[in-house]
């Protein structure tokens, strides 16, 4: 079936360092999005990614669609305390709403 | 604006006891409904999907069921829980129509069977 692999599994950071994680699949995806999750909430949507080659933004987060159709990239800039959470991403292939979701990058944001 | 509930927030339950757990959207119409279960923080796991009322597709076989008797009303089941069945259930919904997949989730219920 499809999967997505999602690295790395887990960062330990400090206050004011960027961050960088990536999803790949060998299936192509025509749509990336990457979520955040807080301990006992549902995960919240991020950012979405619908071109080949975009590059969006939302604050200090930036996610990247791969040219390849076969990777997202999620970069955060400057890390504070709240980053802190479960990171993932999802695709979504040719046809239908389902989404396949990656295994999470579990952030820890050391002040 | 839309908005998606689901309850309860906690549940404990014996093996072998029946399951109801609900999830409703409020704001849109004829959304794209989904369950998830997720198992110690990682990895969503989609249990079951519908596009209508009355429409239900299973990804997986197990001892849940799902129904949609209304409109914006998703609702899981099980006749009997099994030890295995613990998790965090999360619901979520996307637009029917346009070219948004994005999904929305709920606050998710952390289903505990003892």
């Known amino acids: 079936g499809q999967q997505l692999n999602q690295s790395p599994q887990s960062m330990f950071i400090q206050e004011g360092e960027d961050v960088s994680m990536n999803c790949t699949s060998s299936?192509?995806?025509?749509?990336w999005l990457w979520y955040k999750q807080d301990p006992g909430e549902g995960p919240v949507l991020l950012i979405a990614?619908?071109?080949?080659?975009e590059l969006t933004s939302n604050g200090r987060l930036t996610a990247q669609f791969g040219i390849t159709r076969k990777d997202s990239f999620l970069n955060i800039s400057a890390s504070i305390p709240s980053d802190v959470g479960i990171y993932f991403c999802?695709?979504?292939?040719?046809?239908?709403?389902?989404?396949?979701f990656g295994e999470g990058t579990q952030l820890t944001v050391n002040p | 604006s839309q908005t998606i509930h689901q309850w309860p927030a906690t549940l404990v339950q014996p093996v072998g006891s029946p399951l109801s757990l609900e999830c409703t959207v409020e704001?849109?119409?004829?959304?794209?409904l989904y369950w998830y279960r997720q198992a110690a923080g990682r990895g969503l796991q989609l249990l079951f999907y519908?596009?209508?009322?009355?429409?239900i597709s299973s990804e997986v076989p197990q001892n849940l069921s799902a129904s949609r008797p209304q409109d914006r009303q998703f609702i899981l089941s099980s006749k009997k829980l099994l030890l295995s069945d613990s998790g965090f259930y999360l619901c979520?919904?996307?637009?029917?129509?346009?070219?948004?997949?994005?999904?929305?989730f709920g606050p998710g219920t952390r289903l505990t069977v003892t």
């Open positions: 704001g849109t119409s004829n959304p794209n």
């Open positions: 519908s596009v209508g009322i009355g429409q």
């Open positions: 999802a695709g979504r292939r040719t046809s239908g709403s389902r989404l396949t």
């Open positions: 990614l619908y071109k080949a080659g």
């Open positions: 299936s192509i995806f025509n749509t």
């Open positions: 979520a919904w996307s637009p029917a129509t346009g070219l948004s997949y994005e999904q929305y």
